[in-house]
């Protein structure tokens, strides 16, 4: 035990909790561990200054858990932030920080743009969608489209039980995946119900594996 760091035992600790919370901690100061989750980054970086008016300044100017909802104005995607401080022998030393993704009710169907105009499609006939040309395409049973919103702004209007994120550009509907390959690096490739691929990459492969349980 004398020889675990601090950071090592956080990274630990971080393993009780889902991949998709945020924790960071800090002392009096400045942060001094930080592990994103794959929904959310605020881009802590260990070092960076406890900023005035944040959560953990607040928690600790208070010496008392604070809660809040941050709206997506600040960081592009909404979240739910918690900030607990912490005491040894009755003395201020730091902060615990969680970042929880705050999932919207999304409506049941997606509305695509087509040549012609637009057409709303069902969440369960969405196969999945990618980021491409500065543009979200989603890809349905029967056709494929485009929508405006990013694919960061579906990730958070999609239903969880369904719709998974497997790569920086892609979003797939699990219940329209035929088959999953091991792929090189760790990663994977997903066939997919209408016989196209769909890449896993290595940074995603790791938290996918985890909600899909194999």
Known sequence: MKDLSIVGLLDVIGELFSD?????VSDKENYIYYRP??????????????????????????????????DRELFGVPYHGMAVPFQHKGELE???????????EGKSVVTIKTQ???????????????AKDRKTHIV???????????LQDFEYRLPRQSFIR?????????HHIK??????????????????KVSVSQSYSSYFRKLLGF
């Open 20 to 24: 998709e919370i945020s924790i960071a």
């Open 37 to 70: 989750s794959k929904r959310i980054d605020l881009k802590i970086t260990p070092g960076d200054p406890v900023v005035e008016g944040t959560l953990a300044y607040k928690a600790m100017s208070g010496k008392q858990k604070v809660s809040k909802f941050i």
């Open 94 to 104: 730091g902060c615990v920080l969680a970042i929880y993704p705050a999932f919207t």
């Open 116 to 130: 012609d105009g637009w057409i709303p499609i069902s969440f369960s006939d969405v196969i999945y969608l990618e």
């Open 140 to 150: 349905t049973k029967t056709f494929s489209g485009t929508h405006t919103s990013s």
């Open 166 to 174: 497997c790569h920086r550009s892609f979003i797939v509907n699990v």
């Open 179 to 196: 088959e999953i390959y091991p792929d090189t690096h760790s990663t994977f490739l997903l066939a997919m119900e209408n016989g196209e």
